[in-house]
């Protein structure tokens, strides 16, 4: 079934390309600043095979307006430290979501969330900035770090 429209109109597409990804494996840190890509490597579903646990980025199946909704958990992040997320398409920026001056310590999810027109084989993925080279960390889970998307039309 490619599409269906119950009786009070309301329409499902089964093989609709969507997706959700997230930081399966253990927590990881980091020393280095500057943006670092999110590390996702487990997915609650993943309709078309379309993101990729092992390169972790999503590529369009087909040209058209594709949404996305990402979020970032870092912790250990020292006060005063700068920490924004971003999406990125095709290796490069492409906005910025949340960005923030750390004023605590404690666990940070900071997201994104953007429309995007896409061509066939165009790449999303999610990012994460921070200025710091204290070590911090990015959890692990499916509520932590996650990107999520589907094709609009």
């Known amino acids: 079934t490619r ?16 997706f959700y990804a997230y930081r399966a494996s253990s927590n990881y840190t980091t020393t280095a600043s500057g943006f ?3 590390l996702l490597t487990g997915t609650r579903w993943n309709t078309g095979s379309h993101f ?8 369009a199946p087909i040209e058209g307006v594709y949404h996305f909704d990402g979020g ?7 006060v005063g430290t700068f920490f924004r997320v971003a999406l990125y398409v095709n290796g490069s920026l492409y906005i910025f979501g949340h960005v923030d001056y750390v004023s605590t310590t404690s666990d940070l999810k900071y997201c994104v969330s953007s429309t995007i027109k896409l ?15 204290t070590s911090n960390g990015f959890s692990n ?12 039309g």
């Open 3 to 18: 599409m269906t429209i119950d009786s009070s109109g309301r329409v499902t597409k089964p093989n609709q390309p969507s």
């Open 36 to 38: 670092q890509k999110a």
């Open 52 to 59: 990729d646990t092992t390169n972790n980025r999503f590529t």
């Open 72 to 78: 970032v958990n870092r912790y250990y992040m020292p």
């Open 119 to 133: 061509n066939a084989n165009d790449y999303v993925e999610l990012w994460s900035y921070t200025n710091t080279t």
């Open 141 to 152: 889970g499916e509520t932590w770090n996650t990107l999520s998307g589907f094709l609009v």
